[in-house]
């Protein structure tokens, strides 16, 4: 009796472990990497035949000639995709009122002329802590400080900010928004020395 239940039960096991384990894994694979190959592999983004990051994960920049990101939960090692986590900190949490607080200090400390109301995405994390967007609103309260460090005129700066904003998804859903990273390499790119 014992081994005429085991059997079928072992038999199931090895099929279910063979279709579910390794067929459907690679399956969607190989369907993900023949439909969507960029999405498949990443979204990287190359410079020079070099990866240099993923247009879906967000990026440390600190220096004022870059745009900054949304502050990661990530912490201590910011945008640590390994640890993709919100902070869980409620509105009425003092450590986040204390976080908000500094991060709005060191916005203002890095552009002390600059008298615009600070976006909230530029001193709150995402929920996933990686976020690679801005919105608009942050983009363009950042545009003076980067056009001064960079030495453009605040038109050009928005030109390339206009230049890399992702439109709603399906015409609808989310607002418009802004990829750091992409935005920072055309930056350098328009600021390259000439060769």
């Known amino acids: 009796m014992f081994k005429n239940t085991l059997r079928p039960a072992l038999s199931c096991l090895v099929l279910l472990s063979a279709v579910v384990g390794l067929a459907y894994p690679l399956l969607v694979t190989g369907v993900a990497q023949s439909l969507f190959p960029k999405q498949a592999a990443g979204s990287l983004i190359e410079?020079?035949?070099k990866a240099v990051g993923s247009e879906l994960i967000g990026q440390n920049f600190s220096s004022p000639r870059y745009f900054w990101g949304?502050?990661?939960?990530?912490?201590?090692?910011?945008?640590?995709?390994?640890?993709s986590t919100g902070s869980n900190q409620g509105p009425s949490n003092p450590a986040l009122a204390d976080?908000?607080?500094?991060r709005v200090e060191a916005l203002r400390?890095?552009?002390?002329?600059?008298?615009?109301?600070?976006?909230?995405?530029l001193v709150t994390a995402s929920s996933s802590g990686l976020?690679?967007?801005?919105?608009?609103a942050a983009a363009r309260?950042?545009?003076?400080r980067v056009a001064r460090e960079r030495g453009l005129s605040l038109k050009e700066v928005e030109r390339l900010i206009q230049a890399h904003t992702d439109p709603r998804d399906l015409v609808v859903l989310g607002e418009?928004?802004?990829?750091?990273?992409?935005?920072?390499?055309?930056?350098?790119?328009?600021?390259?020395?000439?060769?």
């Open 176 to 195: 418009p928004r802004v990829n750091v990273l992409r935005l920072n390499l055309a930056l350098d790119a328009a600021t390259a020395p000439p060769r």
């Open 131 to 136: 976020d690679p967007h801005i919105t608009m």
């Open 47 to 49: 410079r020079d035949g």
């Open 70 to 83: 949304r502050p990661s939960a990530t912490a201590p090692m910011g945008n640590n995709a390994a640890g």
């Open 109 to 121: 400390a890095a552009d002390p002329g600059n008298t615009q109301a600070v976006p909230a995405d």
């Open 99 to 102: 976080a908000v607080k500094a």
């Open 141 to 144: 309260y950042q545009a003076p």
